[in-house]
């Protein structure tokens, strides 16, 4: 997610920071400060804070673990001011599969809400449920009602939350996927304006949420028509089939010269009619930097690489264009190299498609 810093990882997934936490962070303070106008309870507003997102962080690890449960993997988390995001390699296609992904983050701050409240009970510490006092109050009990409030927030029917993924869950049982989050994302951005508007005339702090809803809910629309436009074509429909080719033993002034008179960034390096590397334009530039013009391709290509099958699922191969720091895919048959698939060339593929479907749609209405 752009505008995010990697603070460190988990399990080996990477977890991140937004731009935006720190303006919760500041907020915090502020509203601790004002108070009694004692610092140290800003300090103390801002410790808790951090705790909360640790315990989010645990909310998020719930996903990721139901999600390998199912073998899908978990890309980063990111954390946001209204709670985190937990990014996996895929959405889960089965609706139950989706429903028991989503409902697992809830269900850690469930567990750990019972678990306080048995050490509460023990330890004799007071439950006030007409009044909790999430400044002053017994840490305990601050962290019980906060995974109270976290499960309530995150159950809410709207993308980025988790109740968005459940109620398209749910729906995925009587309808198609597109239909789903469609209706979904309809809802979530009702909300939203619920959001905003309340947020106008009590806390500010509902209208960046109301942002963050409206466009998680555009942002989850508009991948599901990617996916379904892309689910029915394959790479053979999409690919580039006239593109240059690179020999290991090639300068990289001869990849220069190509591209600058095609166009072409990344190149496919082929030895005795096979794919041994990929020449992109990072590695070209690095190795411009490092060792100079004259320096051979087999020096500074990539040799490890995602290769796909021309009669590949233009979905699936689009997931895993995501997921790589490249842009250019070489694409084969039966083992031989015979096109490249660029992100470019979806989404002009996208574009078309958009224009033509609108163009049908206009002559419908007309006619």
């Known amino acids: 997610m752009k505008w995010s810093w990697r603070i460190g990882s988990i399990f080996g997934i990477q977890i991140y920071v937004h731009f935006t936490f720190f303006l919760l962070l500041s907020w915090i303070a502020v ?38 449960f199912f073998k899908i993997s978990t890309k980063d988390i990111t954390l946001l001011p209204i709670g985190g995001v937990a990014r996996l390699e895929k959405i889960p296609e089965d609706p139950i599969q989706e429903l028991i992904v989503a409902i ?15 050490i509460m009970v023990i330890a004799g510490i007071p439950i006030n449920a007409k009044q909790p ?56 951005q009702t909300i939203a304006l619920a959001f905003g508007f309340i947020g106008l005339f009590t806390n500010p702090f509902l209208i960046l949420i109301a942002l963050f809803v409206w466009f998680g809910a555009s942002q989850e629309a508009n991948l599901a028509q ?33 591209t600058l008179a095609t166009q072409q960034h990344d190149f496919p390096v082929v030895e005795n009619n096979k794919l041994v590397g990929m020449l992109y334009r990072a590695n070209l530039l690095m190795g411009l ?29 689009f997931s895993k264009l995501q997921s790589v720091p490249y842009a250019t895919i070489p694409v084969t048959e039966k083992g031989e190299l015979v096109g490249l698939l660029t992100k ?22 007309e006619t």
């Open 226 to 258: 990617v996916k379904f436009t892309l689910s029915k074509t394959t790479i053979s429909h999409l690919m580039l089939r006239e593109f240059h080719v690179l020999s290991p033993t090639d300068t990289l002034a001869k990849a220069i010269e190509i």
């Open 104 to 118: 697992a983050g809830p269900a850690v701050n469930i567990i750990l809400a019972l678990f306080l409240y048995l």
């Open 344 to 365: 470019e060339n979806i989404a002009e593929f996208l574009m078309f498609h958009t224009a033509m479907t609108e163009r049908k749609s206009r002559s419908f209405f």
């Open 133 to 188: 006092d999430m400044i002053h109050g017994n840490i305990l009990a601050q962290f019980f009602w906060t995974n109270i409030i976290l499960a309530g927030f995150n159950l809410i029917p709207a993308f980025p939350m988790d109740g968005g993924r459940i109620l398209r869950g749910l729906l995925g049982m009587k309808m198609d996927f597109l239909h789903a989050t469609r209706i979904a994302a309809s809802v979530g």
């Open 289 to 317: 930097m490092q060792n100079g013009q004259e320096a051979l391709v087999e020096e500074v290509m990539t040799r490890e690489f995602v290769v796909v099958e021309s009669s590949d699922k233009a979905e699936e191969v």
């Open 31 to 68: 509203v601790y400060y004002s108070e009694r106008g004692s610092l140290e309870d800003a300090l103390l507003g801002i410790l808790f804070t951090l705790a909360l997102f640790f315990v989010i962080v645990l909310h998020e690890l719930g996903h990721a673990t139901a999600a390998r």
